[in-house]
C-alpha cells in the first residue's frame, strides 16, 4: 500500500478536513468523499465540487510542469479533453455505492 503524505499545511491546521481520497486497488477505482460538506458550509454541493475539482486539475497541471517542464496550460486542456471523453464515453462502469461516515 503506497500512501501519499498529508500536506504540511493540513498538518498545521487544526481545522483541517480532507475532502477526496482516491485509489487504484483490485483493478479499479476506489474513493472516499466527504459528500456535504459544502452544504453544511451554505454552498451548492455541485457548484463547490467543481471549484473543488478544478483546483485540483490546476494542481496536477502545475506538478506536472515542475516534475516534468510540460506547459500547464496545454496539460489543463489535456486533463479537460480525457475527462470530457471519459463522462462521454465511460472506459469502465462505475460500481459500488455511498457508505456516509468518517473514520
Known amino acids: 500500500m503506497k500512501s501519499l503524505v498529508v500536506p504540511p499545511a493540513a ?3 487544526d481545522n483541517s478536513i480532507q475532502m477526496l ?6 483493478q479499479g477505482m ?7 460538506f459544502f ?13 473543488f475539482l478544478a483546483d485540483v486539475v490546476r494542481h496536477i ?15 489543463v486542456a489535456s486533463i479537460l479533453q480525457s475527462l ?7 472506459t ?3 460500481i459500488g455505492g455511498f457508505h456516509p461516515g468518517h473514520s
Not at 452544504?39 to 471549484?51: C, F, L, R, S, V
Not at 497541471?61 to 496550460?73: I, K, L, P
Open 39 to 51: 452544504d453544511g458550509q451554505g454552498h451548492k454541493e455541485t457548484e463547490a465540487w467543481g471549484i
Open 11 to 13: 498538518v498545521r491546521d
Open 92 to 94: 469502465s462502469d462505475v
Open 21 to 26: 481520497s482516491g485509489w487504484i486497488a483490485e
Open 30 to 36: 476506489h474513493c472516499t468523499l466527504n459528500i456535504g
Open 61 to 75: 497541471a502545475n506538478a506536472w510542469s515542475e516534475e516534468r517542464g510540460v506547459d500547464a496550460a496545454d496539460s
Open 84 to 90: 470530457n471523453d471519459e463522462l462521454d464515453t465511460p
